[in-house]
């Protein structure tokens, strides 16, 4: 069975550091992939990334950037220079390959506060 | 587009009341899942469909029912609710064209208190 383990339930932060996000997941198939999704106060789920298990290049995209790393079954989020306006939960999930129905299984979820 | 709506935002139930949670999606997307979000647990599949007419059990499927009449509805129903039902309930819809099914669109949730 698929496993995502967030480690990291609560984590505080002064604007402009710098802060990461662990994600450790559990399959047993070869061919899965991973994503993190943000929700902010106002409580929708907002899409930042997909990952698929044969692509371990790392991802950057402006403050954002994803560590893949399959040996030791990681998938972590840095948010650089942080900024109030990140302050949310961020999910990170998991969907394992299947024939259809892509089930998503999502870790506990880090509440992420940036201070002033 | 709207994407995909949830209909109620909110509801408060008693213990024992029944009721039904409305997703619509307006992208044609084949496949669609309902979840629970709980304080600390992250959110938990309940039932999903890949299809008009098909249903399949999640991870905490008891106590709700699911019908799929429609490509763009998937209805959840809860026959008689409990106080362990108190959660925000999302849905969300994905296609599996060009093997994008991986990308689930979410609703805006709803959110279910049962007293």
């Known amino acids: 069975a698929q496993k995502v383990t967030q480690a990291q339930t609560e984590i505080s932060v002064v604007e402009k550091e710098d802060v990461t996000l662990d994600c450790v997941y559990e399959t047993r198939d070869t061919t899965y992939y991973l994503f993190w999704y943000k929700q902010p106060p106002s409580g929708e789920l907002v899409f930042l990334i997909r990952r698929n298990s044969f692509d371990e290049q790392n991802e950057i995209s402006g403050r954002y950037s994803w560590n893949f790393q399959k040996s030791t079954s990681s998938f972590n989020f840095t948010i650089t220079a942080s900024q109030v306006v990140d302050s949310a939960v961020y999910f990170c999930?998991?969907?394992?390959?299947?024939?259809?129905?892509?089930?998503?299984?999502f870790g506990e979820g880090t509440q992420l506060t940036v201070n002033p | 587009n709207a994407g995909v709506t949830q209909t109620p935002k909110f509801r408060v139930l008693k213990t024992g009341q029944s009721m039904t949670l409305l997703c619509a999606q307006d992208?044609?997307?084949?496949?669609m899942y309902w979840y629970r979000q709980d304080p600390g647990m992250g959110l938990r599949l309940i039932h999903y469909s890949v299809g008009e007419g098909t249903t399949a059990k999640g991870e905490v499927p008891d106590g709700y029912n699911v019908s799929r009449l429609k490509k763009q509805n998937f209805l959840l129903g809860l026959e008689s609710a409990a106080p362990s039902q108190t959660s925000v309930y999302f849905c969300a819809s994905s296609t599996p064209e060009a093997r994008r099914h991986y990308e689930q669109y979410f609703g805006p949730g709803t959110r279910l208190t049962v007293t």
């Open positions: 999930a998991l969907s394992e390959e299947e024939t259809s129905g892509s089930r998503l299984t």
């Open positions: 992208m044609n997307h084949e496949y």
